[in-house]
Each structure stands twice: as structure tokens, then as C-alpha cells.
């Protein structure tokens, strides 16, 4: 197992990546003498049983929250909140976060409300949680009037992502997963996208490379984030990791959520940001098509199937949480590895979103 | 006008207090050119039309609460939210809470949580909420397991206490804030004790002395604040602010919220730990009685009129956010102007609820 500490001054933590990952975090919650509660992914537990009963052994009850996005909303962080109160839990108390990101979202936001903030732990259980959701911090729902836009930064205080998990994960959440691991190849680093490139085939549970994948993305996101860590920086900083991310939300919002999986639209958000890259920031054409087909090898959708208006999703993006003043930011590569924030002309995204 | 200086690191902030603060306010939102939203009680407004219409000139758009204790519930919590994203409100927004408690720890947890933080101002119409919420960073929600179960620490940007908005308050409200001034002063200050004790009547909008109590409340409670932001000291620390609280919080929730002001439960919680205080910590009869008679001198209630069983009333302490395994922690005190935290005989304490 490898062990992967996340510097973030008094809210540092580990994260430890590995086949015996959930055996670790029993024997943590354990160790705290604490009251536990886990929150937990339905379907996760019926593929696991095994997952539950060790829970339930140890005394740590398990809440059970739907998969998908239609459970990141205020009314199941409020069913979580009179939930924690009827276990009684206080605030030395402790909730394991055992899921996707949803779940990560979902949990990690009850937690820091509930009493006005007590301990979590990620338990992730899909590849996308592993490499996107366990570092950084971000918890939080949806409201109607958008994607996250209600939540709070709350560190967990140890990750725990036992690979083995990724065997019974579908495969097109595997794929989707894999989009965030090559976003952040883009960004930031180069040898992980040649990494992935020079595999034979897809990233896939079995590939031997996939825990040091896994590792290099979350230190790469963990570096980003140890120098940004509520997202103040006015340029660079956590804004980076938004790579593909501002025309994915919109795509998300606009054609309904759950139609992508947030993975598949952040690939398809990757190739909008690798055109505007081209025109703005000198990304090569050469760069651009290395982007698109990694994207492909992994089995990730390169453009939206859907027809949306330029205007909608433009509207959408001017209501991003990173927008400022009306003029929407986005993460840009220069070259694969090496990337910026800029403010384009709404004018040039206007278009290029209709000529997408 | 008095300014006081609340440190805490980066988190510090001034508190205005006196007759033009509203005004001051005003100019401090129009300096920062960033797009702002008021939330406002609704019949505060209906008293002083001047001051909506005031924030209205100067491009304020004016969210209306109901006061109360019903109006801090998750549902007007996800109102407001969706009302900053209609608004526009990005991170670089502030909300200004103009009201009571209840109107600052609603909209403050709001702007915790919109797009995971944005900054706020408290604009306290109360003498409660200027004494008490204004200072501590402390906001949230209740849920029907729990009063502020669900909430955030958030420090404001700054404090203006227009002391002139108290002429219109309600006399029953105003001796309400006065409990907690009483109970900072028997926490922690036996100057402002005597200060109280020394006037010839109860405290009142027009007594000279009012700015002054205020300031010393305020500067009392900010230094027990900066020693101990996020109630994480073991002993002492702000728990000592839960003075009368512990009682109060359960009497509140068994008698039903809203039958007691929060303020008059805790002039009740006040006698109980004045009784609890002579019996583990020495507090003399004579400072007993003190207690006692200041708070009916300020025309506050002094004992429970309803008949609620003692198991009713420890129940409801046991699921405090002091609690620490089954054990309620107390703030008590050894005699006036100096306290101490206690977790005592969980036996003794039902005999005295009993007894009370």
C-alpha cells in the first residue's frame, strides 16, 4: 500500500491507496474510541456485504444514501443531520464517508454542519472519488439553481482507497473516472499522460500501473490544492484543476444531470479546453489530437451527442462559482503537462461553443 | 460611536456600536464594489422603512425573513441560497443580516455555505443578537432533533449595533438581550455586574449607561472568542459562554420553541446554574441572590412556570453539543465575574432540575 500525505498545515492527512485500504480504516475508527457512523452507497453495499457486516461488527452504524446525483441535495444533507443526532453523535464523533463522490459530497457536508462540524473520513469506492473527490477538501449539493452551489471546504482527516473495490465498479464509471486522472495528466503532469498513453489498451482495475495513477493524480491535486486552499488565489491556484470542468458543469446542468456521468463530461469538457487552449495559449494542434485520443483509448465521449443551444450553456457557465463580474474563467493548457487560468472574450467561448 | 476590535487572526473584525453604525454600514457595502444582498427581518423593515429603502438606493436588492425562531429551519436555509444564485451573488459577493439572532445565524450560515463561503455582515437590530450573536462567528440552523444541530463557525467582515434601532423593540425582547449582558458580567465580569446593579431601574433603550454594557459584553465575550474560536478547549474556553444555556437550550426545546424568548429561557437557565454553582463551586448566597435579583430588576423570569419532568429536561441536556459521552458539561460560577466549566454528577443534577 502506499501512503500519500496531503500537507495542508493543522488540517493535513493521509491518504493511503491499496488493496488492504478498507481493513486500514476499520482498524482507524476503531482505534479512535469515538462514536462512528458510516454513510453509505446502497449499491456499494449490495455488491459488499462483507463491507457492512465489518462495519456493523465494529459498532459503527451504517446510513444508507442512494448513488447518483439525485441524492447531493439540502433535504438528504438535512436527513443525515437528524440522523447523526438520532445515533447520537457529538462532536468527538466521527463519519466515514464509504461511496462515490456524491456520497464523498453528500457526507463531507453533513459532517462539517452537523454541531457545526465534527471529523470525516473518505472511504472512496469509485475511481473518480479516489482521484477527484478524496483530496481537496470540497463538500457540498446541488440546489436547482446549480451544480455545488451550496457546501463547505472540510478536510477529511484520512482517506482510505482500497483499489480492490474498483473490480465491481461498472465500466463506463471506471472510464469516467479515468477522465479526471487524464485531467490531470494535462495539467500538470506530463509523465503520467505518457504513462497512460504507452499502456496497450484502457486503464482498467487489473492494469498494474493503475495505483501509481491513482498516486500521481491525487499528489498532483494535492500540490495544487496545498497552495489554494479555499480557492482565493485570483489566478492559477485550485481554479487549474477546474481543467474542462466549467464547460462540463454547464454541459451537466444543461442537458439534465445523470444524462453524462460527471466524468464523461468533464472528457468532453477536456477537448473544449484543449480548442480554447489552441487558440488562446499556443496548445499544438499535435497536443490537441494526443488529448483527444487518450480520451478515446479510454472509452470517454470526445463531443456532446446532445443539441444545446451556445446561449444556454454560455448561461450556464456565467453562473459558475469561479465566474467573476460576469466574465467566466477557464483552465488552459499551453502544452500537455503545463497549464493557466484566463478570463476569455465571451465573445470567442460564445463562438467556439457553437462551432463545438 | 465605540469601535471594538474582535482579534482573531485572519479572521479579525470591527464591531460599531452606537447610534449611526446603520449608516456607516451603508457606506461600508457601497465601498466595496462588489455585487451585496440584504437579508432582513421582515418586521424590523416594517418599523423602519427608511432603512430599506436606504439599501434599495444604493443597488441593494432586500431578502425578507420572518423573524423568529420557526424562520431557522433548513428549508428558509435553501430559500436563501437559491435567492443569492437568482441575485447573482458570486464568491467575491456579501450578505448583510439585518435582524435578530435568529435573521444572523440563518443568512450567516447562508453565506457560509453559498458557493462554500462568501463574506457577510451582521447588522444586529437586537439587543440580543448585538450582545451575543454579533460576536462568536457562530451560525446555523435548528432541526427538529436539536436547536443549532445543523450550522458553521463564519466569522462576519464587520459588526455595526445601531443602538438607536432599539427604541422600536418590542420591551419583553429587550429584557431578553439583557439575560445574556447579565450573564456575561456573572461570567466574567463583576464591573459591568455592579454597573447593572447601580442603576436605578432596569437597563432600558435610553439609559446613558446602554453603549457602554454593550461594549463590555461584547469585549468580554470576543476575548473568551479569540482564545478558543472553534470551542475545541477542553475546559473552560467558549463553553464558558453556555453560562444558563445548558437549562436554557432544554427548556426551550421541552416547553416547545418559541414559548420562552431565548433570552428569558436563559435568565431561567441563570438561577439554575447559580443553584448548581452553590452546590459544586462555592458560589455564595449572596452572590446567589445578587443573580437573582438583578434579573427580576430587569423584569426577567427566574423560574420555569411550566411543569416539565426532570428526566424530560436532562434528556434534552444529554443531547447537547457540550455533551461528551452521556456526560453535560456546565459552565459555572465560583462567585460573580469569575467561571469555570464543570461535568457534574449527572444524579445531582436531575435531583436539582426536580427540585427547581
Known amino acids: 500500500m502506499e501512503n500519500l500525505h496531503i500537507n495542508l498545515g493543522g488540517r493535513s492527512y493521509d491518504l493511503l491507496i491499496g488493496g488492504g485500504a478498507f481493513n486500514s480504516a476499520l482498524d482507524w475508527l476503531s482505534n479512535r474510541e469515538t462514536r462512528a457512523c458510516a454513510v453509505a452507497d446502497s449499491r456499494f453495499l449490495s455488491l459488499h456485504?462483507?463491507?457492512?457486516?465489518?462495519?456493523?461488527?465494529?459498532?459503527?452504524?451504517?446510513?444508507?444514501?442512494?448513488g447518483g446525483e439525485k441524492s447531493k441535495t439540502l433535504s438528504e444533507f438535512g436527513r443525515l443531520c437528524s440522523e447523526f443526532a438520532r445515533i447520537g453523535l457529538d462532536r468527538c464523533s466521527v463519519v466515514a464517508a464509504v461511496g462515490g463522490g456524491v456520497?464523498?459530497?453528500?457526507?463531507?457536508?453533513?459532517?462539517?454542519?452537523?454541531?457545526?462540524?465534527?471529523?470525516?473520513?473518505q472511504i472512496p469506492t469509485t475511481l473518480l472519488a479516489m482521484v477527484d473527490s478524496s483530496v481537496g477538501g470540497k463538500t457540498g449539493v446541488d440546489i436547482k439553481e446549480g451544480k455545488n452551489l451550496?457546501?463547505?471546504?472540510?478536510?477529511?482527516?484520512?482517506?482510505?482507497?482500497?483499489?480492490?473495490?474498483?473490480?465491481?465498479?461498472?465500466?463506463r464509471e471506471f472510464a469516467a473516472g479515468c477522465a479526471e486522472i487524464i485531467k490531470c495528466a494535462v495539467l500538470g503532469d506530463a509523465g503520467l499522460f505518457e504513462l497512460l498513453e504507452n499502456l496497450d489498451?484502457?486503464?482498467a482495475p487489473d492494469t498494474p500501473a493503475l495505483s501509481e495513477a491513482v498516486r500521481l493524480s491525487c499528489a498532483?491535486?494535492?500540490k495544487v490544492v496545498a497552495a489554494d486552499e479555499c480557492e482565493t488565489c485570483k489566478d492559477g491556484g485550485r481554479a487549474l484543476l477546474n481543467l474542462g470542468h466549467t464547460y462540463a458543469h454547464a454541459l451537466e446542468k444543461c442537458a439534465g444531470y445523470g444524462t453524462y456521468l460527471?466524468?464523461?463530461?468533464?472528457?468532453?469538457?477536456?477537448?473544449?479546453?484543449?480548442?480554447?487552449?489552441?487558440?488562446?495559449?499556443?496548445?499544438?494542434?499535435?497536443?490537441?489530437?494526443?488529448?483527444?485520443?487518450?480520451l478515446e483509448k479510454n472509452r470517454l465521449p470526445t463531443h456532446c451527442a446532445e443539441k444545446i443551444s451556445a446561449e444556454k450553456l454560455w448561461g450556464a457557465m456565467a453562473l459558475d462559482k469561479k465566474a467573476r463580474g460576469g466574465r467566466?474563467?477557464?483552465?488552459?493548457?499551453?502544452?500537455?503537462?503545463?497549464?493557466?487560468?484566463?478570463?476569455?472574450?465571451?465573445e470567442l467561448v460564445r463562438r467556439l461553443i457553437d462551432e463545438f
Request: net charge positive.
Open 49 to 66: 456485504s462483507g463491507a457492512e457486516k465489518a462495519l456493523l461488527e465494529r459498532g459503527i452504524p451504517v446510513v444508507k444514501v442512494e
Open 103 to 121: 456520497v464523498g459530497d453528500l457526507a463531507g457536508f453533513a459532517a462539517s454542519a452537523y454541531m457545526r462540524g465534527i471529523d470525516f473520513i
Open 150 to 171: 451550496v457546501g463547505a471546504f472540510w478536510q477529511p482527516k484520512a482517506v482510505f482507497a482500497d483499489l480492490s473495490f474498483l473490480k465491481t465498479l461498472p465500466p
Open 201 to 203: 489498451g484502457p486503464l
Open 220 to 222: 498532483l491535486k494535492a
Open 262 to 294: 460527471h466524468g464523461e463530461a468533464v472528457a468532453i469538457g477536456l477537448v473544449f479546453a484543449a480548442r480554447l487552449s489552441a487558440e488562446l495559449c499556443g496548445l499544438s494542434k499535435n497536443d490537441e489530437r494526443r488529448i483527444c485520443g487518450l
Open 328 to 346: 467566466v474563467r477557464f483552465a488552459l493548457a499551453d502544452k500537455i503537462g503545463s497549464s493557466r487560468t484566463m478570463f476569455p472574450d465571451p
